[in-house]
């Protein structure tokens, strides 16, 4: 039999949490386990859990990040397969029914399993896959090599539509704890680089933007135009390509790139906040990482700003 623990971390959402937990009991598809992680809420979080009955677990910990708090959880859970949900978003009731689908008819192949999703903001609503070039031809689709996958500008898997096998995610290390952004990109490619993947057709759910703290969003805390995003790529590519063996030449080339880009983006914005004792290190390191990064960025920017005429 096919069962899934359900893992919600959370922090500061007892508006929303109370939302989630019921999309899950609500599946057409039950969980062996429902366990929601309280990130150190200072809010009525914890009481709007408990108030959700003896079918969901609670496990409080002190603030330390989604990482750690999605470890936790997956450390603690049962079951075979692990599904993640943010506390913010949604699953469609067929979710948990059409991934255990997937696993069923694949033998359980994957490593992990992932949706398209729908985004949400006010009347207007895209496809994740759509905005990435993605499509599959069956509504089940097994990729046994996905490092040109995952390797890409823009992954189809987001971490709260996609399940792992408990096994895979633990023996890996799960996700990196220092890590706030940008640690789902580092575990779909840790494990897309050596497992299959599966892709499942159709939206398993909705990203929502029901969370209206700027401070509470993490794609806006850490964004492309502050330092702590790019500092954290830094730590994720130096890790992908202490991983050796597992790395052909291209894809080596392809992490320094991103590594040296990584750290021309430090400099760059310390220069910008006037952080200037901040600024020759990363951008040496850019520039011994690999030396065409900072050239083609200026190329770039003059291509930007003086396009040919049509």
Known sequence: MIRFSVVI????RARLIGRAIDCV????????????????????????????????RLIQADHGGPSKAR?????????????????????????LERMAHAIEVTNGAAAYYFSDVEYRNGT???LHWTNCGFQVQEPVTLIPRATA????????????FTVFRRETYLADGGLMESLWSGEDTHL???IGLVEPLCAVAGAGGVVTTDETDPGNRLTIAFNTSTSRRWTGMVEMYKDLLSRGGILTRETRALFRYRLAHSYWRVARLSLAEKRF??????????????????????????????????
């Open 188 to 190: 779909f490619i840790r």
């Open 149 to 160: 996958l995952v390797t890409g500008e823009r992954h189809p898997m987001l971490l709260p």
């Open 124 to 126: 207007a609503s895209w």
């Open 9 to 12: 971390p959370t922090y500061n």
């Open 71 to 95: 470890n936790r959880g997956v450390r603690e859970a049962v079951s075979e397969w692990i599904a993640f949900l943010d506390s913010d978003d949604l699953w469609h009731p067929d979710y």
């Open 277 to 310: 004792g901040q600024v020759c290190m990363p951008l040496l390191r850019s520039l011994t990482t690999d030396p065409t990064v900072v050239p083609r960025v200026f190329v770039d920017a003059f291509r930007r700003a003086f396009p040919r005429s049509a």
């Open 25 to 56: 009991l609500r599946q057409s598809f039950p969980c062996q386990e429902l366990i929601v992680v309280d990130d150190g809420s200072s809010d009525e979080t914890v009481n709007v859990v408990r108030a959700a009955g003896a079918g969901v």
